[in-house]
């Protein structure tokens, strides 16, 4: 069973705006876009993944993943992070009804494809499932199988959202790379240490460069 990934990528211009302390306005956009580009290739070279459909509105960040072999849906509900995904999951639903659908954050630039393959298939086998995040209060995956409704509840406290929602919280061990989200310096350092994708290391190398 192969699954379609729908990856939600925000605006460029408004993304990771709590890593100011660790990258200015200028580089912001920049590494953002370089996080999803690593997550969506590794994504795309995980052997349980069929296809990654990335929602977004921001012309430049669907173009780079485009070429990287994503599908791009555009945001047309405009109203913020779930409904977002909802749309992106009722348009792969349209065109592969049979296709199990999970939601991915656009910011693991540490993903490897052999774990997210863990995930996915530890997933399999419950109508709906979540991975909670590596700070254990929100949510980097959220999974659901053919015929059930994806109903994300991104956001504060989406770990407990979902858990109340009826997902299954996977419990695996040694999937690191898929909860490392990053909205911080200290998460960027992290997912540093575990060891980031082409993109991100060579934006990042600048950011070492300029801040000596």
């Known amino acids: 069973m192969q699954w379609t990934l729908v990856v939600p990528v925000k605006p460029l211009a408004r993304a990771k705006s709590r890593l100011s302390d660790t990258a200015d306005d200028g580089v912001r956009p920049g590494l953002a876009l370089a996080f999803a580009q690593d997550t969506v290739a590794a ?32 945001d047309e509900p405009g109203d913020g992070l779930n409904a977002a995904l909802a749309h992106g999951a009722a348009v792969v639903r349209a065109a592969r009804p049979e296709s199990p659908v999970a939601a991915l954050n656009a910011d693991l630039p540490a993903l ?18 979540f991975l909670p995040d590596a700070a254990g209060i929100g949510t980097t995956l959220l999974a659901a199988a053919p015929g059930c409704e994806l109903a994300p509840a991104f956001g504060p406290d989406s770990r407990a959202l979902h858990r109340a929602s009826g997902a299954v919280e996977l419990r695996l061990a040694a999937v690191d790379s898929v909860r490392q989200d990053v909205d911080t310096g200290d998460d960027l350092r992290t997912a540093l240490a575990l060891g980031v994708g082409p993109r991100t290391a060579a934006v990042t190398a600048r950011l070492l460069i300029a801040g000596q």
Do not use: I
């Open 43 to 74: 994504a795309l070279a995980c052997p349980e993944v069929a296809d990654v459909a990335v929602v977004t509105d921001d012309a430049r960040a669907g173009r780079e993943l485009a070429a990287l072999g994503a599908g791009v849906v555009a």
């Open 112 to 129: 490897r494809p052999a774990e997210l393959a863990r995930v996915l298939a530890a997933a399999a086998q419950f109508p709906r499932a």
